[in-house]
């Protein structure tokens, strides 16, 4: 029995069709509800017949989407049809037979042209994309059908009408059309234009950077997440890179969805090509930077913190350094970047350019912004929060049982540029810790390391322009001790 009703499930569908003709729409909406509802009964959904399908199908091609009563009886329509196909092979297939797939989609552009209808256009988007989900999962045919009138254009237009809960089921029709073909994965990492329109934007990489900006930009992301962790772990990194080319951003938005998947456990991509391809990326990028001396690492060079903060290629260098870190964290992975001594000879060259930059290479006289012993809150809006820690960080995990990077760090003569990292510095949290643990790999076993350490000498104090901001100085006792002595009229009072 219907719920809510005298009505059983055979005689809604008669009665639905006695009020299809002619047209009577505030009653149609009550008995299309009370379907829906009682759709949730898997023995209500395997007793539809091909009469039932067909009269929703005719349903949707005979509503006015200006007419508000009429969609809303559209989207219970939907809604219905939506919830018929789920885990009812008869169904789908019946869905399919009558073409309902090619009516939801004329629909959806329509709608997707349409901004005028509000709330209710949202929610017949999203229910069309549940429809479309449910019409493939375990349906071949309806996979097929779906793929071939929704990509790349529909996939794309969707991803960016704004709509986070279409957006987000639209990322569901994807993963199942997807899901277990690498085919149409590899289609969405494609750079092939669409031949019928010679002004057409490239195609899969279009979707892929829409689907970027959309799990950027919202909250609604379930179904992108699951999306993206499917793509990342079957689609080598090489063929995403290349791809997102002409979009760093949504590249930096990926890197980082990586990041963050890898600190969650998941690890998927830590494969033997993605390791490589990301040391030649990584390699790459930082040749960029170091292009012009360096200039692009100075962040006065390009007018200013605010101007600076805006380069796309310093986005991107930032988050492959920080992924590179990531996947050194693992042995598996940490062998391979270890035979490539590029990578120790290119993160040694950006450290000691940075170092340069704030001082640290010989002295702290001249430090700029970039290192602070005050925290100001600011720190991480600089666009060169924490890069000098992650170089260290990278440094001191490549050094880690490795002689041969061990002993290039030394015939580089980069130990005290190592060393001369030891310090607070706001702008690079934790880099002192980090600093100690290169030191600590660059040392063990390598008795060559250790006496070259052994060998320093103190040479004095380095005169501290932060601290005589304060009034302050720091002198050496008889005792060998540092004193930080207080400027007052002129005098040093202890």
């Known amino acids: 029995v219907i719920p809510n009703m005298s ?60 007419d508000a009563n009429a969609a809303d009886a559209r989207l219970c329509a939907i809604k219905l049809m939506r919830n018929l196909c789920a885990g009812v092979p008869r169904n789908q ?19 997707l042209n349409d901004h005028s209808l509000g709330w209710n256009r949202n929610q017949l988007l999203t229910a069309a994309l549940q429809f479309l989900g449910n019409l493939c999962t375990s ?17 794309g237009s969707v991803m960016e009408c704004g709509v986070c809960e279409a957006a987000d089921v639209c990322c569901m029709v994807i993963h199942v059309c997807t899901l277990n073909n690498m085919e149409r994965r590899m289609q969405l990492c494609s750079l092939t234009m669409d031949s ?49 080319e002409p979009h760093p951003q949504a590249l930096v938005t990926l890197i980082t969805f990586i990041c963050t998947r890898l600190t969650s456990g998941v690890c998927g991509v830590l494969t033997r090509e993605n390791t490589l391809f990301i040391a030649h990326h990584y390699n790459h990028v930082s040749s960029v930077m170091l292009d012009a001396g360096g200039e692009k690492l100075n962040p006065l060079h390009s007018g200013g913190e605010q101007d600076f903060s805006r380069c796309q290629e310093l986005s991107v260098f930032k988050s492959s350094l920080g992924l590179l870190c990531h996947f050194s964290s693992f042995e598996e992975c940490l062998v391979y970047l270890q035979c490539d001594l590029s990578v120790t000879e290119t993160t040694l060259a950006l450290l000691k350019h940075l170092a340069t930059l704030d001082g640290s290479v010989a002295s702290v006289k001249h430090r700029t912004k970039l290192s602070n012993v005050s925290p100001t809150g600011r720190e991480e809006k600089h666009p060169l929060f924490a890069v000098k820690t992650n170089l260290v960080r990278l440094v001191a995990n490549l050094c880690y049982q490795c002689p041969a990077v061990q002993m290039k760090v030394n015939e580089t003569e980069s130990i005290p540029l ?33 006496a070259f350490i052994a060998r320093l ?30 400027t007052v009229c002129g005098t040093k009072n202890d």
Not at 95 to 110: E, H, N, T, W, Y
Not at 139 to 151: D, I, K, N, S
Not at 461 to 474: I, N, Q, S, T
Request: with cysteine; glycine share 4%; hydrophobic share 45%.
């Open 7 to 66: 009505a059983t499930w055979r005689d809604c569908f008669s009665d639905l069709r006695r009020k299809f003709q002619p047209l009577l729409w505030s009653e149609l909406h009550p008995i299309l509800e009370a379907l829906i509802r009682a759709s949730t009964d898997v023995s209500n959904r395997e007793s539809s017949n091909f009469d039932d399908v067909s009269l929703l199908s005719e349903l949707l091609s005979n509503t006015d989407i200006a």
């Open 93 to 111: 297939r019946h869905f399919l037979q009558i073409g309902a797939p090619d009516k939801i989609v004329s629909l959806m552009r329509s709608l």
């Open 139 to 155: 349906f071949p045919e309806g996979q097929v059908a779906v793929w071939e009138l929704c990509y790349p254009r529909l996939f």
């Open 196 to 244: 019928s329109d010679i002004m057409a934007t490239p195609t899969g990489n279009h979707v892929i950077a829409a689907i970027l900006h959309s799990m950027a930009s919202t909250t609604h992301s379930e179904w992108i997440i699951i999306l993206l962790e499917a793509l990342v772990q079957a689609v080598p990194l090489s063929h995403l890179y290349s791809c997102l």
């Open 418 to 450: 190592i060393l001369n990292q030891c310090n607070i510095d706001h702008y690079n949290p934790y880099i002192m810790q980090w600093t100690v643990f290169a030191v600590r790999n660059l040392c063990v076993d390598n008795p060559t390391n250790q």
């Open 457 to 486: 000498e103190q040479q004095g104090v380095v005169e501290a322009a932060k601290l005589l901001e304060y009034g302050c100085v720091v002198a050496m006792g008889d005792d060998g001790k540092m004193k930080c002595l207080r």
